[in-house]
Protein backbone atom coordinates (compact mmCIF):
# COMPACT_ATOMS: atom_id res chain seq x y z
CA UNK A 1 0.00 0.00 0.00
CA UNK A 2 1.44 3.51 -0.91
CA UNK A 3 -0.22 6.48 -0.03
CA UNK A 4 0.47 9.76 -1.77
CA UNK A 5 0.16 13.11 0.48
CA UNK A 6 1.28 15.09 -2.06
CA UNK A 7 -2.29 14.02 -4.13
CA UNK A 8 -5.15 15.80 -4.60
CA UNK A 9 -7.24 12.87 -3.68
CA UNK A 10 -8.07 13.02 -0.19
CA UNK A 11 -6.05 10.24 2.26
CA UNK A 12 -8.87 8.42 3.36
CA UNK A 13 -10.09 8.07 -0.85
CA UNK A 14 -6.72 6.73 -0.83
CA UNK A 15 -6.49 4.61 1.11
CA UNK A 16 -9.48 2.32 0.43
CA UNK A 17 -7.99 2.66 -3.57
CA UNK A 18 -4.74 1.01 -2.23
CA UNK A 19 -6.10 -1.46 -0.30
CA UNK A 20 -9.10 -2.55 -3.28
CA UNK A 21 -5.76 -2.30 -5.75
CA UNK A 22 -3.93 -4.76 -2.91
CA UNK A 23 -7.19 -6.86 -3.52
CA UNK A 24 -7.30 -7.05 -6.87
CA UNK A 25 -3.19 -7.29 -6.99
CA UNK A 26 -4.11 -10.97 -4.98
CA UNK A 27 -1.96 -9.37 -1.96
CA UNK A 28 -4.92 -9.55 0.24
CA UNK A 29 -6.91 -12.55 -0.89
CA UNK A 30 -10.62 -12.81 -0.18
CA UNK A 31 -11.65 -14.01 3.55
CA UNK A 32 -7.99 -13.47 4.37
CA UNK A 33 -7.88 -10.98 7.10
CA UNK A 34 -6.27 -6.85 6.12
CA UNK A 35 -4.84 -4.95 8.81
CA UNK A 36 -6.56 -2.94 11.71
CA UNK A 37 -7.40 0.22 11.67
CA UNK A 38 -4.64 0.87 14.30
CA UNK A 39 -2.02 -0.56 11.80
CA UNK A 40 -2.76 1.07 9.16
CA UNK A 41 -2.67 5.14 11.41
CA UNK A 42 0.71 3.87 12.88
CA UNK A 43 1.89 2.74 9.75
CA UNK A 44 1.31 5.39 7.60
CA UNK A 45 1.24 7.85 10.70
CA UNK A 46 -2.43 9.38 9.62
CA UNK A 47 -5.06 10.22 12.24
CA UNK A 48 -6.78 6.99 12.99
CA UNK A 49 -10.09 8.66 11.93
CA UNK A 50 -8.89 9.21 8.83
CA UNK A 51 -7.64 5.54 8.16
CA UNK A 52 -11.01 4.24 9.91
CA UNK A 53 -13.09 6.58 7.21
CA UNK A 54 -11.35 4.86 4.19
CA UNK A 55 -11.78 1.44 5.95
CA UNK A 56 -15.75 2.17 6.26
CA UNK A 57 -16.16 2.81 2.69
CA UNK A 58 -14.87 -0.20 1.80
CA UNK A 59 -17.20 -2.08 4.68
CA UNK A 60 -20.22 0.14 3.38
CA UNK A 61 -19.10 -1.43 -0.15
CA UNK A 62 -19.24 -4.94 1.24
CA UNK A 63 -15.46 -5.29 0.02
CA UNK A 64 -14.45 -6.14 3.44
CA UNK A 65 -16.15 -6.98 6.71
CA UNK A 66 -15.82 -6.58 10.11
CA UNK A 67 -15.65 -9.95 12.37
CA UNK A 68 -15.94 -8.76 16.13
CA UNK A 69 -13.69 -8.67 18.10
CA UNK A 70 -10.87 -10.57 15.24
CA UNK A 71 -10.68 -7.38 13.11
CA UNK A 72 -10.98 -6.83 9.54
CA UNK A 73 -11.75 -9.29 6.43
CA UNK A 74 -12.17 -9.06 2.65
CA UNK A 75 -15.32 -10.56 1.81
CA UNK A 76 -15.83 -13.30 -0.95
CA UNK A 77 -16.70 -11.86 -4.01
CA UNK A 78 -14.54 -8.76 -3.25
CA UNK A 79 -12.65 -9.11 -6.49
CA UNK A 80 -15.43 -8.90 -9.03
CA UNK A 81 -17.35 -6.16 -6.80
CA UNK A 82 -14.10 -3.70 -7.47
CA UNK A 83 -13.52 -4.64 -11.19
CA UNK A 84 -17.16 -3.88 -11.44
CA UNK A 85 -16.81 -0.22 -9.62
CA UNK A 86 -13.48 0.35 -11.88
CA UNK A 87 -15.27 -0.65 -14.82
CA UNK A 88 -18.26 1.61 -14.06
CA UNK A 89 -15.78 4.62 -13.00
CA UNK A 90 -13.67 4.15 -16.47
CA UNK A 91 -17.34 4.19 -18.45
CA UNK A 92 -18.03 7.31 -16.32
CA UNK A 93 -14.12 9.12 -16.21
CA UNK A 94 -12.87 8.16 -19.75
CA UNK A 95 -15.59 6.69 -22.42
CA UNK A 96 -18.05 9.60 -21.37
CA UNK A 97 -15.17 12.30 -21.33
CA UNK A 98 -13.83 10.62 -24.66
CA UNK A 99 -17.27 11.14 -26.63
CA UNK A 100 -17.90 14.40 -25.75
CA UNK A 101 -14.30 15.97 -26.82
CA UNK A 102 -14.86 13.30 -29.84
CA UNK A 103 -18.00 15.50 -29.99
CA UNK A 104 -16.34 18.81 -29.86
CA UNK A 105 -13.74 17.60 -32.62
CA UNK A 106 -16.03 16.07 -34.80
CA UNK A 107 -14.59 12.69 -35.20
CA UNK A 108 -16.88 9.96 -35.85
CA UNK A 109 -17.62 6.91 -34.46
CA UNK A 110 -15.75 4.77 -37.27
CA UNK A 111 -12.56 6.99 -36.33
CA UNK A 112 -12.41 6.72 -32.55
CA UNK A 113 -12.70 2.66 -33.47
CA UNK A 114 -9.84 3.38 -35.60
CA UNK A 115 -8.15 5.41 -32.91
CA UNK A 116 -8.77 2.54 -30.34
CA UNK A 117 -7.30 0.07 -32.24
CA UNK A 118 -4.08 2.09 -33.23
CA UNK A 119 -3.86 2.93 -29.65
CA UNK A 120 -4.20 -1.09 -28.81
CA UNK A 121 -1.19 -1.86 -31.02
CA UNK A 122 0.89 0.66 -29.99
CA UNK B 1 -15.20 12.62 28.43
CA UNK B 2 -13.72 15.81 28.85
CA UNK B 3 -14.91 18.38 26.62
CA UNK B 4 -13.37 22.01 26.74
CA UNK B 5 -15.09 25.41 25.99
CA UNK B 6 -13.30 28.84 25.59
CA UNK B 7 -15.80 31.23 26.24
CA UNK B 8 -15.14 35.16 25.08
CA UNK B 9 -11.30 34.18 26.30
CA UNK B 10 -9.18 37.91 25.72
CA UNK B 11 -5.65 38.53 27.67
CA UNK B 12 -4.51 41.89 27.51
CA UNK B 13 -1.56 42.71 28.33
CA UNK B 14 -1.44 46.66 28.67
CA UNK B 15 -2.16 47.99 24.88
CA UNK B 16 -1.74 44.59 23.11
CA UNK B 17 -4.28 41.71 22.93
CA UNK B 18 -1.98 39.02 23.26
CA UNK B 19 -5.84 37.10 22.90
CA UNK B 20 -9.29 38.64 20.87
CA UNK B 21 -12.47 37.51 22.33
CA UNK B 22 -11.39 33.26 21.05
CA UNK B 23 -14.68 31.35 22.12
CA UNK B 24 -14.51 27.72 20.82
CA UNK B 25 -15.65 23.95 21.60
CA UNK B 26 -12.99 20.78 21.71
CA UNK B 27 -14.67 17.87 21.48
CA UNK B 28 -14.04 14.70 23.41
CA UNK B 29 -10.84 12.09 22.22
CA UNK B 30 -9.70 14.22 18.86
CA UNK B 31 -6.18 14.66 17.93
CA UNK B 32 -5.93 19.12 17.32
CA UNK B 33 -3.19 21.07 16.08
CA UNK B 34 -3.00 24.92 17.52
CA UNK B 35 -1.16 26.71 14.54
CA UNK B 36 -0.15 30.49 14.68
CA UNK B 37 2.99 32.16 13.95
CA UNK B 38 5.30 33.02 16.49
CA UNK B 39 3.42 35.66 18.99
CA UNK B 40 -0.35 34.77 17.80
CA UNK B 41 -0.98 33.86 21.32
CA UNK B 42 -0.55 29.81 21.50
CA UNK B 43 1.06 29.34 24.60
CA UNK B 44 -0.99 32.03 26.03
CA UNK B 45 -4.26 30.01 25.12
CA UNK B 46 -2.60 26.57 26.20
CA UNK B 47 -1.86 28.66 29.80
CA UNK B 48 -5.27 29.47 30.38
CA UNK B 49 -6.52 25.95 29.46
CA UNK B 50 -3.82 25.13 32.24
CA UNK B 51 -4.58 27.64 34.74
CA UNK B 52 -1.11 29.38 34.41
CA UNK B 53 -3.00 32.74 33.86
CA UNK B 54 -5.88 34.34 34.35
CA UNK B 55 -7.84 35.92 31.54
CA UNK B 56 -8.94 40.00 31.45
CA UNK B 57 -12.35 38.39 30.43
CA UNK B 58 -13.57 35.16 29.46
CA UNK B 59 -13.72 31.34 31.07
CA UNK B 60 -12.76 28.26 30.34
CA UNK B 61 -14.76 25.09 31.11
CA UNK B 62 -14.00 21.69 30.95
CA UNK B 63 -16.83 19.08 31.47
CA UNK B 64 -18.70 22.38 32.40
CA UNK B 65 -16.37 22.88 34.99
CA UNK B 66 -14.45 26.50 35.47
CA UNK B 67 -10.94 25.27 35.52
CA UNK B 68 -9.89 28.58 37.80
CA UNK B 69 -8.73 27.09 40.70
CA UNK B 70 -10.07 24.24 39.86
CA UNK B 71 -7.55 20.72 40.86
CA UNK B 72 -10.07 18.27 39.74
CA UNK B 73 -10.39 19.97 36.59
CA UNK B 74 -6.66 20.89 36.63
CA UNK B 75 -5.84 16.59 36.51
CA UNK B 76 -7.64 15.53 33.75
CA UNK B 77 -5.00 17.62 31.31
CA UNK B 78 -1.31 17.12 30.97
CA UNK B 79 1.18 19.74 29.82
CA UNK B 80 4.01 19.28 28.07
CA UNK B 81 5.60 22.30 28.00
CA UNK B 82 8.03 24.17 25.39
CA UNK B 83 9.93 25.58 28.46
CA UNK B 84 11.77 22.96 30.73
CA UNK B 85 10.16 23.71 34.59
CA UNK B 86 11.54 20.27 36.04
CA UNK B 87 14.07 20.82 38.60
CA UNK B 88 17.66 20.17 36.65
CA UNK B 89 19.33 17.84 39.09
CA UNK B 90 16.83 14.74 39.25
CA UNK B 91 17.28 12.13 37.20
CA UNK B 92 14.90 11.09 34.75
CA UNK B 93 13.30 7.83 36.62
CA UNK B 94 13.04 10.28 39.86
CA UNK B 95 10.74 12.21 37.70
CA UNK B 96 8.71 9.59 36.43
CA UNK B 97 7.98 8.67 40.64
CA UNK B 98 7.49 12.25 41.04
CA UNK B 99 5.04 12.83 38.48
CA UNK B 100 2.82 9.72 39.49
CA UNK B 101 2.63 11.30 42.62
CA UNK B 102 0.55 14.40 40.84
CA UNK B 103 -0.67 11.99 38.27
CA UNK B 104 -2.13 8.59 39.90
CA UNK B 105 -2.71 6.99 36.90
CA UNK B 106 1.20 7.31 35.49
CA UNK B 107 1.80 4.53 34.04
CA UNK B 108 5.57 3.61 34.98
CA UNK B 109 5.62 0.52 32.72
CA UNK B 110 5.24 2.20 29.72
CA UNK B 111 7.30 4.83 30.44
CA UNK B 112 10.26 3.17 30.88
CA UNK B 113 9.20 0.97 27.85
CA UNK B 114 9.12 4.50 25.94
CA UNK B 115 12.56 5.27 27.47
CA UNK B 116 13.67 2.07 26.07
CA UNK B 117 12.42 2.22 22.62
CA UNK B 118 14.02 6.25 22.90
CA UNK B 119 17.57 4.97 24.28
CA UNK B 120 16.94 7.36 27.04
CA UNK B 121 19.05 6.57 30.00
CA UNK B 122 16.66 7.14 33.10
CA UNK B 123 19.70 7.68 35.51
CA UNK B 124 20.80 10.81 33.68
CA UNK B 125 19.89 14.08 35.05
CA UNK B 126 17.90 16.55 33.57
CA UNK B 127 20.13 19.01 32.92
CA UNK B 128 22.66 16.35 31.19
CA UNK B 129 19.81 15.73 28.83
CA UNK B 130 20.23 17.43 25.19
CA UNK B 131 17.56 19.07 23.40
CA UNK B 132 16.14 16.67 21.82
CA UNK B 133 16.36 14.24 24.50
CA UNK B 134 15.09 16.76 26.77
CA UNK B 135 12.04 17.00 24.29
CA UNK B 136 11.85 12.86 24.27
CA UNK B 137 11.79 12.47 27.65
CA UNK B 138 9.07 15.45 28.40
CA UNK B 139 6.78 13.75 25.51
CA UNK B 140 6.92 10.30 27.92
CA UNK B 141 5.90 11.89 30.84
CA UNK B 142 2.90 13.09 28.98
CA UNK B 143 2.30 10.21 26.85
CA UNK B 144 2.21 7.99 30.32
CA UNK B 145 0.61 10.62 32.53
CA UNK B 146 -2.89 9.06 30.85
CA UNK B 147 -4.77 12.45 31.83
CA UNK B 148 -7.73 12.85 29.20
CA UNK B 149 -5.89 15.57 27.67
CA UNK B 150 -2.69 15.61 26.96
CA UNK B 151 -1.25 19.06 25.48
CA UNK B 152 2.11 19.21 23.79
CA UNK B 153 3.80 22.37 22.88
CA UNK B 154 6.26 22.22 20.27
CA UNK B 155 7.33 17.87 20.86
CA UNK B 156 9.53 17.42 18.64
CA UNK B 157 11.59 20.38 19.32
CA UNK B 158 15.20 19.02 18.71
CA UNK B 159 14.31 15.23 17.52
CA UNK B 160 16.44 13.98 14.45
CA UNK B 161 14.11 12.78 11.32
CA UNK B 162 13.94 9.10 12.86
CA UNK B 163 12.81 9.99 16.44
CA UNK B 164 10.62 12.40 15.31
CA UNK B 165 9.18 9.57 12.89
CA UNK B 166 8.91 7.43 16.08
CA UNK B 167 7.22 9.93 18.31
CA UNK B 168 3.85 10.15 16.04
CA UNK B 169 3.82 6.55 15.69
CA UNK B 170 3.81 6.14 19.35
CA UNK B 171 1.68 9.11 19.70
CA UNK B 172 -1.04 7.68 17.34
CA UNK B 173 -0.48 3.81 19.27
CA UNK B 174 -1.26 5.53 22.63
CA UNK B 175 -4.58 7.20 21.00
CA UNK B 176 -5.48 4.40 19.95
CA UNK B 177 -5.09 2.17 22.44
CA UNK B 178 -6.66 4.84 25.13
CA UNK B 179 -8.78 7.54 23.17
CA UNK B 180 -8.07 11.22 24.50
CA UNK B 181 -7.86 14.40 23.62
CA UNK B 182 -4.43 15.70 22.41
CA UNK B 183 -3.54 19.22 21.46
CA UNK B 184 -0.15 19.74 19.89
CA UNK B 185 1.01 23.31 18.67
CA UNK B 186 3.88 23.16 16.35
CA UNK B 187 5.61 24.50 13.75
CA UNK B 188 6.34 21.53 11.78
CA UNK B 189 2.84 20.99 10.21
CA UNK B 190 3.63 19.63 6.93
CA UNK B 191 4.66 16.07 9.00
CA UNK B 192 1.93 16.67 11.41
CA UNK B 193 -0.59 17.50 9.09
CA UNK B 194 -2.20 14.08 8.54
CA UNK B 195 -1.61 13.20 12.18
CA UNK B 196 -4.64 15.97 12.94
CA UNK B 197 -7.58 15.51 12.87
CA UNK B 198 -8.86 19.18 13.04
CA UNK B 199 -6.89 22.45 13.41
CA UNK B 200 -7.51 25.64 15.37
CA UNK B 201 -5.62 28.62 13.54
CA UNK B 202 -4.45 31.77 15.35
CA UNK B 203 -3.31 34.92 13.67
CA UNK B 204 -2.91 38.49 16.19
CA UNK B 205 -4.49 36.92 19.24
CA UNK B 206 -7.71 35.80 17.02
CA UNK B 207 -8.98 32.39 16.08
CA UNK B 208 -9.54 32.32 12.26
CA UNK B 209 -10.13 28.96 11.13
CA UNK B 210 -11.65 25.83 13.56
CA UNK B 211 -12.01 23.25 10.46
CA UNK B 212 -11.38 19.79 10.05
CA UNK B 213 -7.78 19.42 8.53
CA UNK B 214 -9.74 17.33 5.25
CA UNK B 215 -12.24 20.54 5.29
CA UNK B 216 -9.69 22.93 5.41
CA UNK B 217 -7.48 21.30 2.51
CA UNK B 218 -10.66 21.18 0.25
CA UNK B 219 -11.44 24.81 0.67
CA UNK B 220 -8.64 26.09 -1.17
CA UNK B 221 -6.55 25.09 -4.51
CA UNK B 222 -3.53 25.78 -6.39
CA UNK B 223 -3.58 27.31 -10.10
CA UNK B 224 -0.60 27.29 -12.09
CA UNK B 225 0.52 28.37 -15.31
CA UNK B 226 1.54 31.60 -17.59
CA UNK B 227 0.82 34.30 -15.10
CA UNK B 228 -1.59 36.66 -17.71
CA UNK B 229 -3.81 33.48 -18.27
CA UNK B 230 -3.78 32.48 -14.18
CA UNK B 231 -4.78 36.58 -13.81
CA UNK B 232 -7.39 35.50 -16.00
CA UNK B 233 -8.75 32.51 -14.09
CA UNK B 234 -8.55 34.90 -10.98
CA UNK B 235 -11.21 36.82 -12.20
CA UNK B 236 -14.24 37.50 -9.32
CA UNK B 237 -12.38 34.49 -7.33
CA UNK B 238 -10.99 35.00 -3.65
CA UNK B 239 -7.61 34.43 -3.64
CA UNK B 240 -4.18 34.52 -1.34
CA UNK B 241 -0.72 34.08 -1.37
CA UNK B 242 1.00 34.31 -5.05
CA UNK B 243 4.35 33.41 -6.47
CA UNK B 244 5.66 34.03 -9.83
CA UNK B 245 9.04 32.48 -11.59
CA UNK B 246 9.26 34.46 -14.64
CA UNK B 247 5.81 33.88 -16.74
CA UNK B 248 5.32 31.73 -14.29
CA UNK B 249 2.91 31.99 -11.72
CA UNK B 250 1.30 29.79 -9.13
CA UNK B 251 -1.91 31.38 -6.72
CA UNK B 252 -3.84 30.03 -3.52
CA UNK B 253 -7.52 29.98 -4.54
CA UNK B 254 -9.57 30.18 -1.69
CA UNK B 255 -12.83 28.33 -2.70
CA UNK B 256 -14.06 24.63 -2.55
CA UNK B 257 -12.08 22.63 -4.94
CA UNK B 258 -15.50 21.11 -5.77
CA UNK B 259 -16.20 24.69 -7.49
CA UNK B 260 -12.98 24.58 -9.57
CA UNK B 261 -13.45 25.84 -13.08
CA UNK B 262 -11.92 22.80 -14.68
CA UNK B 263 -13.34 23.68 -18.49
CA UNK B 264 -11.59 27.37 -17.83
CA UNK B 265 -8.56 26.08 -16.97
CA UNK B 266 -8.22 23.31 -19.87
CA UNK B 267 -8.99 26.31 -22.04
CA UNK B 268 -6.00 28.68 -20.63
CA UNK B 269 -3.83 25.61 -20.23
CA UNK B 270 -3.49 26.08 -16.95
CA UNK B 271 -3.11 23.26 -14.10
CA UNK B 272 -4.39 22.50 -10.84
CA UNK B 273 -2.44 21.69 -7.76
CA UNK B 274 -3.17 20.65 -4.15
CA UNK B 275 -2.64 22.93 -1.49
CA UNK B 276 -0.03 22.24 1.09
CA UNK B 277 -1.24 22.79 5.04
CA UNK B 278 1.80 24.45 5.52
CA UNK B 279 1.21 26.31 2.66
CA UNK B 280 -2.10 27.32 2.95
CA UNK B 281 -1.40 28.12 6.93
CA UNK B 282 1.05 30.51 5.60
CA UNK B 283 -1.00 31.98 3.41
CA UNK B 284 -4.09 32.54 5.76
CA UNK B 285 -1.69 33.74 8.27
CA UNK B 286 0.89 36.25 6.87
CA UNK B 287 -0.25 40.06 6.90
Known amino acids: ?122 | MSVIEVKNLTKDYGNTKALDDISFILEPNKIYGLLGRNGAGKTTLLNFITNKIFPTKGDITIDGDRVFENDKALNTIFYMMEKNLYPEDLKVKEIFKWTKEYYTLFDMEYANNLANKFELNVNKRVKNLSTGYTSIFKAIVAMASNADIIIFDEPVLGLDANHRNMFYKELIANYSENPKTIIISTHLIEEVGAVLEEVIILRDGKLIEKKSVEELLASAYIITGEASKVDEYLKEKNYIGEETIGKFKAVTVLDSIYDKNEALAKELNLDFAKVELQKLFISLTSS
Do not use: W
Open chain 1, 1 to 122: MILNFDSEKPIYIQLSEAMEDDILKGIFEEESQVPSTTEISISFKINPATAGKGINMLVDEGILYKKRGVGMFVSTGAKSKIHQKRKNAFYNNFILSLMDEASKLDISMEEIVNMIERGKRK
